[in-house]
């Protein structure tokens, strides 16, 4: 099943995270229910990967102004049909910001979360099932904004609510502090 590897990895993220089980039910059950759960097809909402990418230091995180929802996130998209959702992380951290030296911290999801999404046009508001990955840029720094953003940041860790007060966005924050202290 092309969706196994996916409910495999929130298995192990549910065994290091018991504080969000409800998250991780939610996915189960979306990702158990529908086969085509990858594809935006499906209009109730779709698996999306993210990418939370730390510079070499581990000091500050690469935000992009999102064009569409005009805020301050991460890098991310729709997987399209590819189950391998760390894959779509680092296809859409390359896209979204140019940084072409990016690797996974490790291989595990490093944060779940389920977001509505607006409808917008022809689209219908719908939910959005993120799997978010920890990347590290290993470059320069040096991005390129995307036509998908208004912009990107260097975002210093303790200054991001200075960006955004997104409940998600802090609670990656606050992970890579207490997970990243001894790894940079």
């Known amino acids: 099943m092309h969706r196994q ?23 189960r059950g979306f990702i158990s229910n529908h086969p085509e759960c990858f594809e935006r097809s499906l209009r109730i909402g779709h698996i999306t ?36 959702v760390l894959a779509v992380a680092l296809r859409e951290g390359l896209e979204e910001t140019g940084l072409a030296l990016l690797e996974p911290v490790d291989q595990d999801v490093f944060d779940l979360d389920i977001h509505k999404i607006p409808a ?7 939910f ?5 990955f920890l990347l590290r840029d290993l470059g320069a720094g040096g991005f390129v904004v995307s036509e998908e953003s208004h912009d990107l940041a260097w975002v210093p860790l303790v200054a ?6 997104e409940e998600s966005m802090l609670r990656m924050r606050d992970k890579c502090l207490g997970r990243l202290s001894s790894q940079f």
């Open 120 to 126: 917008r046009g022809q689209e219908p508001e719908h």
């Open 49 to 84: 990967g993210s990418a939370w990418i730390l510079d070499r230091t581990g000091a500050r995180a690469l935000l992009t102004h999102h064009r569409k929802l005009d805020r301050w996130l991460q890098p991310g998209g729709h997987a399209d049909g590819n189950p391998d």
């Open 5 to 27: 590897i996916l409910l495999d990895l929130v298995g192990r993220y549910a065994c290091s995270h018991p504080d969000e089980a409800e998250t991780v039910k939610r996915f």
């Open 160 to 165: 991001l609510e200075d960006y955004t007060g």
């Open 128 to 132: 959005h099932y993120d799997v978010r």
